[in-house]
Nanobody, 118 residues
């Protein structure tokens, strides 16, 4: 069993910044991937970025250098630093955990809402 706790969403003006965090606990796989997906109303959920605990990282093209994903592996925590936010970034952001070893468990966080508006 793996549990995820997300935080950091909120309302921000265009050009502003937010930092999301997601902490995993429980039976963490020796090799795992943690990342962020987002879903805007009427749109499919899409990958924002993810990162394994062995250093492999993926970013969506729309990030355009504005977002940075990082991990503090000793705490099983992943962060998403979002800078230069624009209204198109408005969505519910979901943390996702994927176990690579130990059976491929996938767990989603509850989601944290990000609204970019003036």
């Amino acid at each position: 069993q793996v549990q995820l706790v997300e935080s950091g969403g909120g309302l921000v003006q265009p050009g502003g910044s937010l930092r999301l965090s997601c902490a995993a606990s429980g039976s963490i796989s020796v090799i795992n991937i943690m990342g962020w997906y987002r879903q805007a109303p009427g749109k499919q959920r899409e990958l924002v970025a993810d990162r394994s605990n062995i250093g492999r990282t993926n970013y969506a093209d729309f990030v355009k250098g504005r977002f940075t994903i990082s991990r503090e592996n000793s705490k099983n925590t992943v962060y998403l630093q979002m800078n230069t936010l624009n209204p198109e970034d408005t969505a519910v952001y979901y943390c996702k955990y994927t176990g690579v070893t130990g059976g491929g468990l996938e767990v989603w966080g509850q989601g944290t809402s990000v609204t970019v508006s003036s």
